[in-house]
Structures are given as structure tokens and as C-alpha cells.
């Protein structure tokens, strides 16, 4: 097998009979020999449609002898994880090439694509091929509007500000439609936890890099998937790949010390007592940062970590114990430091930042011990745990 073609897949059953067709077609047209492997997490019908296709695909190359062979595979995934990413991961594992080529199930990576990026890889002197919207010829028109354009070359150059090594030669490190060898991925370093994995493979190690331009072309069928949430998730996986676990914490802690903070000076604009407010302002931002750091700072360490309501308990009982001794320094630095409540709370936020991170890193959240029974409480903690926190569609 010369070519694996990865495709993920969530809720796109009226695409795949054409992009079988178009693939088939294509990769017969250019003498590549292929395989198809899906990657579906979807919640409608897509696999059984996968599947009716993938049966009439080979009744017909058993017709037909001269035809090139095109198997169709189809793993679906009942529990997914990692998002889009994780499904490419999960596609390169079980493809049967070490050249792996990567596109979405919705026909806006034509498939009369493949070939060029097939021979530009075949060269034999890149890691990665990358079909570009941005390269000289290629165009976003299949982005669904003015905005839509303009939101993606934004997020496109902030990223390339953040990597401004590694995506020198890139373009579009936001691109979906990559041809790379597999053996230059290293499963064990990335963390894929998005809809960009090429983006999480180009930042995670050097990569000999080439891209090839390509019409980004309308959906087939469906509806875009692409929505606020996944903004948010792109975000902080760029965060995340840029400067790591502790600036993701810092992100949430500033959030929540702007939260707190404005709930101190409208309290306190109401006449409440400041330590009064302060003790209302820590109560809403401990439970609202917890939420927070569980989704999006420790999501990779919790399968190993304590049952999800022992997480909240050890840190919220860490933060209130910080907090009944924060409050009364701020009160001590209003009351004899001729200091605002206001700036006082800010002060004392950024220094309890460093001990909460490094409580919550090596403790909240450290792997359980190898060896221990665990207690019937704790399998249904762990239960609870497992639905309350289980993925969706990104």
C-alpha cells in the first residue's frame, strides 16, 4: 500500500458516496495504488453509510480486475477522545502506508488534489506536504463569508507569530488537507486535544516542509461545523503549544482575578462590606476557575488523577484555606496600608497564582497509587467522573 488517505469524520453521511466516488476515480486516474481508512465519531449515520460503501466498493473491484484496488476501512470510534486531532492520531495507527494523507469528509479538500500532493511527497526530500489556501494560486472561496475569511488569516498570522521558526516556509499551518510520513510524527510528544492537528505537528518538532496550492472549495452536503467553541478550543491549544500547562493556568487565573475583582468593586459600589465581597468574589471564581482548569489545563491528567467531585473537593477546600488567609491580609493592607480593597485583592491574587499552580499540578491532580483496590465509592466516582467529563464534537 503506497497511500493511506485519513479521513476524520463527525455526522457527514450525505458526503461520503461522493467523496468514495471522487477518490476512487482520481487515485485510478493517477495509478496510485490506496486505501481509504475512516475515522468516524459521529452520532448519526455516517458509519453505516461508510459501511454500505466500503461493501459496494468492493464488489465492484472484484468485477472489475483491472481496476486499482481501493480498500475502504472504517473505525468507528464509540468513546472518542482528542477531538478531530485524535481521530487523525488514531487514522495514522491503523493505516497500512507509512504515507499518510490527511482531509475532511465534506469535499472542500477536492479529491483531484491527491495526486499533486502524492508527487511533490514522492520526491523523497520533504516530511510534509501541505495544500495550501494561501500559497500563490490557492484560494479560500469555500469559506462561507467575508468573515469567515477574515477570521481565518487572522488566526493564520497570529499563529505564524507565535512559531515564527517552525512555520517559516508554512503558509497555512491551519489546513486540514497535509500528505506527512508518519514516522516523523512522534505519537508519544503531541497531545492532541483539537481540530489542528497539523498545527500541533509542525510546532511539536522541526519538519522538512513543502505545500502545493489547492482551491478550498464549498461543503458537498451539512453544515459547517465550525462555530465560537471551536474558537475558543483553537486558542488554547495555541496557548497551550506555545507556552504550556502554566500559562493556560495563568490565562484562567487572570480571568478569574478580573471576575473577582469586579465583583469586589460592585459589591462594594453597593455598599456590601469588602470582606463580605471578597469572601462572595472567591466563592464564584474558585468554583468557575476549577470548571475551567478541569476542561481545558489538566484534561490529559485526570484519567490518572482522583474521581472528579475528590478533584473539586481538594481544591476547593485548597482555595478557601487560601482564601481565609488572603482575605484578611487584603483586609490588613486596606486598614493600614491606605490601600484600595480593590488593588489590595489584585496584589495578593498574583502571588496565591504560583502556590495554587503548583498545589493543584502535584496534588489535585496527581495519579493515583498503583496497586490499591479501589472502594466501591470510588468505581462510581470514577463513573460519574467518566460521563461528566467525556468528550464531544468540537
Not at 493505516?95 to 494523507?101: G, K, N, T, V, Y
Not at 510528544?189 to 522538512?208: D, N, S, V, W
Not at 455598599?271 to 476542561?295: K, M, P, S
Amino acid at each position: 500500500m503506497l497511500l493511506s488517505i485519513v479521513v476524520p469524520t463527525f455526522n457527514e453521511a450525505p458526503n461520503i458516496e461522493e467523496l468514495v466516488r471522487r477518490i476512487a476515480s482520481t487515485v485510478d486516474g493517477a495509478g496510485i495504488e490506496a486505501e481509504i481508512v475512516f475515522v468516524d465519531d459521529s452520532t448519526d449515520t455516517t458509519a453505516d453509510v461508510i459501511r454500505e460503501v466500503a461493501d459496494r466498493v468492493t464488489a465492484e473491484r472484484d468485477r472489475d480486475a483491472a481496476s486499482t484496488s481501493l480498500p475502504v476501512r472504517l473505525i468507528h470510534r464509540d468513546h472518542p477522545s482528542g477531538g478531530l486531532g485524535g481521530a487523525v492520531m488514531a487514522g495514522f495507527e491503523a493505516a497500512a502506508s507509512d504515507a499518510c494523507l490527511v482531509m475532511d469528509g465534506d469535499l472542500q479538500h477536492p479529491p483531484e488534489e491527491i495526486p499533486t500532493l502524492w508527487r511533490r511527497f514522492a520526491r523523497g526530500d520533504v516530511d510534509v506536504v501541505i495544500a495550501s489556501r494561501y500559497a500563490g494560486g490557492g484560494t479560500a472561496g469555500g469559506l462561507a463569508d467575508r468573515t469567515r475569511v477574515m477570521v481565518s488569516k487572522g488566526a493564520t498570522a497570529l499563529t505564524r507569530a507565535m512559531f515564527p521558526i517552525r512555520l517559516k516556509d508554512v503558509s497555512d499551518p491551519m489546513t486540514g488537507f497535509f500528505l506527512v510520513d508518519r514516522r516523523t510524527v512522534d505519537g508519544a510528544q503531541l497531545k492532541p486535544r483539537g481540530f489542528k492537528i497539523l498545527l500541533e505537528i509542525l510546532a511539536r518538532r522541526p519538519m522538512r516542509v513543502a505545500e502545493v496550492p489547492f482551491d478550498f472549495a464549498d461543503r458537498h452536503a451539512g453544515e459547517s461545523k465550525a462555530s465560537v467553541r471551536q474558537g475558543v478550543h483553537f486558542l488554547t491549544q495555541l496557548t497551550a503549544l506555545r507556552f504550556g500547562k502554566m500559562s493556560l493556568f495563568a490565562i484562567i487565573g487572570g480571568l478569574g482575578a478580573i471576575v473577582n475583582i469586579a465583583i469586589v468593586w460592585a459589591l462594594t459600589h453597593l455598599d456590601v462590606d469588602y470582606i463580605v465581597a471578597a469572601v462572595i468574589a472567591a466563592e464564584v471564581t474558585i468554583i468557575g476557575n476549577f470548571l475551567l482548569q478541569e476542561r481545558f489545563v489538566f484534561q490529559d491528567m485526570r484519567e490518572n488523577a482522583s474521581g472528579v467531585w475528590q478533584r473539586f473537593a481538594k481544591s476547593f477546600a485548597f482555595n478557601n484555606a487560601e482564601a481565609v488567609i488572603r482575605i484578611p491580609i487584603v483586609a490588613l493592607m486596606v486598614s493600614s496600608g491606605h490601600i484600595s480593597a480593590v488593588v489590595a485583592t489584585a496584589i495578593t491574587l498574583v502571588i496565591a497564582f504560583f502556590v495554587r499552580f503548583v498545589f493543584h499540578s502535584l496534588v489535585v491532580y496527581a495519579p493515583r497509587k498503583a496497586g490499591v483496590a479501589a472502594s466501591p465509592a470510588r468505581v462510581l466516582v470514577d463513573e460519574l467522573d467518566a460521563q461528566a467529563t467525556a468528550p464531544g464534537e468540537l
